[in-house]
């Protein structure tokens, strides 16, 4: 449809709450949003002579078509609104995103938790808290807990290493409980994890209430050692609290936000209390717009509930977004209690705000610069590229393979001109044989086309604006051939080529045409350094594989023990020189190894350590 006719549709629409969906030619949905007034909301995209900042306007000249469904309540609105915007991840709609590498707590699922700070979240099974833009923060925070509780900080792995060996230095000195000891017992050790979790989620008032009570409880039952350990605690944690000097809130559990924009970007500045005390600072920066209250509106549920943000029970802005109400029952809603969302007219909270305020002006100053470099650069790719706007988001992929004829493909992302960690993906091929770098880019490319087709979340749910393969015209024309009659079939395709010193020399498309980069200098260092974390990325993989083939042939040469043996000791112990430590008993409990198995096992390791004995005392 014309920009006239999408008007003409949205004329007739009702005066009534509900959620709109916008979609572009190819029927993908681009941008959602919710309206008191269908009518009035949807009319004004395209009623000419409407002013709009840029960001809008690159999607009204994208939208084709329009879907409007109709609510009962602005409430009922906004629920379906932020479902559609998690089920659709529409290009136009903001990305709570900014350029900082993320840290988190990691709680290890065990029979005795670990807690860590790590700053890239693994699909390994443990719980993660977070993210947190400030690493240091994250460390102080899990030393600060380690220390309270008294979490043992070795490598032993508990139960296998209980009574094997003497305490600790940490154990003499009182800053580890000594597990390895065998006092405390599985139940005792987990209860006292919670805590330290309790601690770190949700501050100090909080987790000395709840130990307070743990105290009292444990004296009543004449369990003095329990409540002398809990009273312990609870003087370790307020010795630290005294010790730290912060801005504070008035309110325990809070999170204060500002607003600040320009002529052509936006930061949200996010200040987040716990326990009264400052605990973490988060900006989000939106380019290419100036609309504050729309992005107000749009950007506090999608934080609260997109992502299972912790909601706090009180929520500071500098302003309330239109709906105010109906979000405050639905943050109540989905916490479990009453969310306060107010703006502070006087006293500390009020000053709170200005310190948000002024720390998103702070970080604007400091991105104009960098983001005109980083634009600047994508648009002169673009126009190198003959593409119809700059690229956003970026794709590359490189294969790496050795010697047995394996291969693995590494894929990394490039969003607004930086690296996108958190989109980086990694491939094992599993069709092709042998080596052949044509097929397995083939196949990559169609596997990431596929995850696309199935509707799949976070980056293999994003269409790439372009894709940037390592290699000559032979592995762009396999991508293309590959691609070809899927939804990326659209997507803009070139090959990163490299000269006789394996530096990057230029791009070239299927049909062989080059294009040198060395006369371009902005583009030039910038497909360079995607070409080296390509290459990066994917020998790193490599490497790693071969790593664990290695494990794998160690453990394969026992006889009796195949490759479904292998695979179940390494998922349970993770490494060889786990298994080789664990008892006979411990080897059989592993899900999927038999009691042969892990006989033949156990006397394979211990057999070599016999040998290797009776060698040395010979």
């Known amino acids: 449809m014309t920009k006239r006719e999408l008007w003409e549709k949205a004329k007739m629409l009702p005066l009534l709450p509900g959620v709109y969906i916008i979609r572009d030619k190819a029927e993908e949905v681009i941008y959602v949003g919710k309206a008191k007034r269908l009518r009035t909301r949807v009319s004004q995209y395209f009623r000419e002579g409407v002013p709009h900042d840029a960001k809008v306007t690159k999607m009204i000249a994208h939208a084709f078509e329009f ?10 609105a906004l629920v379906l609104e932020c479902s559609q915007i998690k089920q659709h991840q529409p290009k136009y709609n ?3 995103k900014d350029d900082k590498g993320y840290s988190y707590v990691r709680v290890t699922k065990e029979a005795y938790p670990r807690i860590s700070a790590v700053l890239q979240k693994e699909d390994d099974g443990a719980d993660y808290i977070g993210p947190y ?5 994250v460390r102080e925070m ?10 043992p900080r070795c490598n032993k792995k508990f139960p296998q290493d209980i009574g094997k060996g003497r305490p600790c230095l940490n154990a003499h000195i009182g800053l580890c409980m000594a597990v390895c000891g065998g006092k405390i017992s599985e139940a005792a050790y987990q209860e006292t994890v919670r805590s330290a979790v309790h601690l770190i989620r949700r501050g100090q008032a909080d987790i000395l209430k709840l130990l307070r009570q743990r105290m009292e409880e444990a004296a009543e039952r004449l369990d003095f050692e329990r409540a002398a350990l809990l009273r312990d605690q609870i003087a370790a944690i ?3 609290s005294r010790g730290q000097k912060v801005v504070r809130s008035e309110v325990d559990e809070q999170d204060v936000i500002g607003f600040v924009g320009t002529g052509s970007a936006v930061c949200a500045a996010i200040l987040r209390f716990r326990g009264g005390r400052l605990v973490d600072k988060r900006e989000f920066l939106f380019h290419d717009t100036q609309d504050i209250p729309a992005l107000r509106e749009e950007f506090l549920p999608r934080y609260y ?3 299972n943000e912790f909601i706090p029970k009180s929520i500071a802005i500098d302003e309330l977004p239109a709906g105010a109400a109906e979000l405050m029952q639905l943050l109540g809603e989905t916490r479990g209690a009453k969310v ?3 703006v502070p007219q006087r006293g500390d909270t009020a000053h709170l705000v200005e310190m948000a305020r002024t720390n998103a002006v702070e970080r604007l100053a400091r991105e104009s610069g960098r983001y005109a470099r980083e634009q600047k650069h994508l648009d002169a790719l673009g126009a190198l590229l003959g593409l119809p706007e700059p690229p956003k988001t970026i794709e590359s992929y490189d294969i790496s393979n050795w010697g047995d004829g394996t291969s693995v493909a590494g894929m990394v992302v490039f969003e607004d001109g930086k690296p996108k960690k958190s989109g980086y993906r990694r491939f094992r091929m599993k069709t092709v044989a042998g080596t052949d770098d044509y097929a397995s880019m083939a196949e990559t490319l169609a596997r990431r086309a596929g995850e696309y087709e199935k509707g799949a979340k976070g980056q293999f749910g994003i269409k ?10 032979g592995q762009v024309a396999a991508v293309r051939d590959a691609l070809a009659g899927t939804a990326l079939s659209g997507v803009p395709i070139f090959g990163m080529v490299k000269d006789d010193k394996h530096r990057t020399r230029g791009l070239v498309s299927a049909e062989g045409g080059e294009i040198v980069l060395a006369m371009h200098k902005g583009v030039f260092p910038f497909v360079t350094s995607i070409q080296d974390e390509t290459h990066r990325w994917a020998n790193d993989y490599r490497r790693r594989m071969q790593k664990g083939k290695a494990y794998s042939s160690t453990l394969q040469s026992i006889p009796g023990v195949g490759p479904a043996t292998v695979r179940a000791l390494l998922t349970h112990f993770k490494t060889v020189t786990a298994v080789r430590q664990a008892s006979e008993q411990e080897l059989s409990a592993a899900k999927g190894v038999s009691v042969r198995a892990a006989r033949a096992v156990y006397a394979a390791f211990h057999d070599e350590e016999t040998d290797a004995g009776s060698e040395t005392d010979g």
């Open 464 to 473: 790439p604006d372009l894709l940037l393969i390592d290699g000559g015209r």
């Open 305 to 307: 509930l997109e992502d």
């Open 238 to 240: 307020e010795k630290v």
């Open 94 to 96: 903001i990305l709570l």
């Open 67 to 76: 879907d409007v469904i109709v609510t009962q309540s602005e409430f009922e």
């Open 133 to 137: 833009t400030s690493n240091f923060a």
């Open 142 to 151: 899990v030393e600060t807990a380690s220390n309270v509780f008294r979490l």
């Open 340 to 342: 306060r969302l107010y």
